[in-house]
């Protein structure tokens, strides 16, 4: 029988012929060029291709069918994750069990923990409502806990602001609105329901009958603070913990995917040490907002995609992914849509099969999609205006100013929409009334002209090998996916004034690994990067995360 690992699918006299050669792991064609070096002599200590033979995969689990080597089984991937050992484990189950003792998945877990840490710090420090919206994100939660259905947008909306969104986000919060509230769960409903009224313009003085929650009035020196809130409406601070698990789906998705994209795993932790250590998402991931969800989906569309580019084609199986998270965009934040549309143009292009075949995969991703988003779909079109929502979308943007209002269209983008979207994008935290110190916005500034340089160097860099690498389509990918995100940004701006970073937030991932990329080719220049530089280039990021919260966020909400 032959083993069904990746290792030993070539035969085993293939493998013992390149023992010992080191190659990029996502590189097939290295590796066939590698057993034709005169230097991957089989070592006599290395055994014979008769000592290959299959044996059960020792993890025991019945999730794994493969069978392998034992003696390979107990090897392992090297720290840096980028080279290949022909008597590496590709049992998926012993992977991560043996990586996570100092591997592959290393680095990130040291992310991941100061992420946690951090975000829960933010979600401490920030008071109730003292988030973007954030009122009438906990409204649509105890709307959907009440009544089991998203509301209704329109001259009078179920939830005002954010009722407009799409409803999976807040089904997780709903579970616990009544069970944390208790007997106040329904005056907290009216109250946030009269707020919601006051803020977005409905009714300006419904807040005025409100018990529970308040407007401060004039703010106090050194209190940024726009609400007054009844320590009885506390309990809500735990419907903000959605969010940071989303946020940490983000950030491992990231990393997978940045890793599987570039071969590196300094690579990939790189990535999500920006992303997760950027001081507006460590905010956002403490507050009820559906924005790090809508990251997640973007992470999930860079991972199918870069799966697709690990692999050299596309399978049934990416087109049946992406319908899928077509079908989750829809549901979480339109804002994700340009994320998945990217990514199925790009895993439609690297299918090297015959157009019968994609047509097929094509098919079913789109059956996929329609039948998982049936029943959102059928309610946007009845409730809604369309089958995306998009006339609820339109019917909550009337309390917002246009761009004529800021002097026209030019001076809109140059002297608000730029400025406002990159620097909060970066940290402006609470209503957006509370700015970093411009040295946060500078270091920002810089490690991205460092990181987009670099990226654009080694992007001419490779454009002279001929044939291209399969790093040119990559970066393609990750300069399409920014711009289509951007472009539609844009587009929304030129209809209504919201220039807000976390907008953008569905394309952090792929920002990510273009500043990531970029830095590697500028410390190293081809080579990996190492655990001690990734460490090095991180810190300041952790500690810029670390300065926003003592230096800003609890000084300004003392």
């Given at each position: 029988m032959v083993p069904r690992c990746d290792v030993a699918r070539t035969g085993?006299?293939?493998?013992?012929?390149?023992?010992?050669?080191?190659?990029?792991?996502?590189?097939?064609?290295?590796?066939r060029r590698a057993s034709q070096r005169p230097d991957a002599a089989v070592k006599p200590s290395q055994g014979s291709a008769g000592s290959l033979a299959p044996r059960p995969c020792p993890c025991a689990s019945v999730f794994c069918n493969l069978r392998h080597d034992a003696r390979a089984a107990r090897a392992a991937f090297d720290g840096a994750g980028n080279t290949y050992d022909p008597a590496a484990p590709r049992c998926r189950v012993l992977r991560v069990m043996g990586t996570l003792r100092g591997g592959s998945w290393f680095p990130v877990s040291v992310v991941l923990i100061g992420y946690v840490i951090l975000s829960a710090g933010y979600l401490w420090s920030t008071p109730l409502f003292?988030?973007?919206?954030?009122?009438?994100?906990?409204?649509?939660?105890?709307?959907?806990?009440?009544?089991g259905r998203p509301p209704l947008y329109g001259h009078s909306p179920e939830v005002p602001g954010e009722g407009m969104q799409p409803p999976l986000y807040y089904v997780a919060g709903a579970l616990f609105f009544d069970r944390l509230l208790g007997a106040n769960a329904g005056d907290a409903r009216d109250e946030l329901h009269r707020a919601g009224l006051s803020i977005y313009g409905y009714e300006t003085n419904a807040i005025l009958q409100n018990r529970l929650?308040?407007?401060?009035?004039?703010?106090?020196?050194?209190?940024?603070?726009?609400?007054?809130?009844?320590?009885?409406?506390?309990?809500?601070?735990h419907l903000r913990w959605p969010s940071l698990c989303f946020g940490v789906f983000a950030v491992v998705a990231t990393f997978m995917a940045a890793?599987?994209?570039?071969?590196?795993?300094?690579?990939?932790?790189?990535?999500?040490?920006?992303?997760?250590?950027?001081?507006?998402?460590?905010?956002?991931?403490?507050?009820?907002?559906?924005?790090t969800a809508a990251t997640s989906v973007g992470a999930i569309a860079f991972y199918i995609t870069a799966d697709a580019f690990h692999r050299r084609t596309s399978s049934r199986?990416?087109?049946?992914?992406?319908?899928?998270?077509?079908?989750?965009?829809?549901?979480?934040?339109?804002?994700?849509?340009?994320?998945?549309?990217?990514?199925?143009?790009?895993?439609?292009?690297?299918?090297?099969?015959?157009?019968?075949?994609?047509?097929?995969?094509?098919?079913?991703?789109?059956?996929?999609?329609?039948?998982?988003?049936?029943?959102?779909?059928a309610w946007n079109v009845s409730h809604r205006g369309?089958?995306?929502?998009?006339?609820?979308?339109?019917?909550?943007?009337?309390?917002?100013?246009?761009?004529?209002?800021?002097g026209g269209l030019w001076v809109y983008f140059t002297e608000m929409y730029v400025p406002w979207t990159l620097g909060s994008y970066v940290a402006r935290f609470g209503w957006m009334n509370v700015d970093a110190p411009w040295g946060v916005y500078a270091f920002a500034l810089v490690f991205a002209l460092l990181g987009l340089s670099g990226f654009l160097g080694s992007w001419l860099a490779e454009t002279r090998v001929q044939p291209p690498t399969s790093g040119v389509r990559l970066r393609h990918y990750l300069v399409a996916a920014v711009v289509v995100n951007v472009s539609a940004h844009v587009w929304l701006n030129v209809h209504t004034a919201q220039p807000q970073?976390?907008?953008?937030?569905?394309?952090?991932?792929?920002?990510?690994?273009i500043l990531a990329l970029g830095i590697r080719w500028l410390m190293v220049r081809g080579g990996s990067l190492g655990s001690a530089l990734t460490v090095c280039v991180s810190l300041p990021l952790l500690l810029m995360g670390l300065y926003c919260l003592f230096g800003v966020i609890r000084v300004q909400y003392p």
């Open positions: 085993p006299a293939h493998v013992a012929a390149n023992a010992g050669v080191g190659w990029p792991w996502s590189d097939f064609d290295a590796f003292e988030g973007p919206d954030e009122p009438s994100h906990l409204e649509y939660v105890g709307f959907v806990a009440e009544h929650l308040r407007v401060a009035g004039a703010a106090r020196d050194g209190d940024a603070r726009q609400f007054v809130v009844d320590d009885r409406l506390s309990p809500l601070v890793r599987l994209a570039t071969a590196d795993t300094n690579v990939g932790a790189l990535a999500a040490a920006i992303l997760a250590f950027n001081p507006q998402f460590l905010f956002l991931s403490g507050l009820v907002s559906n924005d199986r990416h087109y049946v992914l992406l319908g899928l998270a077509a079908s989750a965009g829809l549901a979480v934040k339109l804002s994700t849509v340009p994320m998945v549309a990217v990514a199925a143009v790009f895993v439609a292009l690297i299918d090297r099969r015959p157009i019968a075949g994609r047509l097929r995969s094509s098919l079913a991703a789109a059956f996929v999609a329609l039948l998982s988003s049936a029943p959102l779909l369309g089958p995306l929502g998009t006339g609820a979308l339109w019917d909550s943007t009337v309390h917002l100013a246009r761009p004529e209002a800021h970073g976390r907008h953008l937030f569905p394309a952090s991932p792929q920002i990510a690994t």
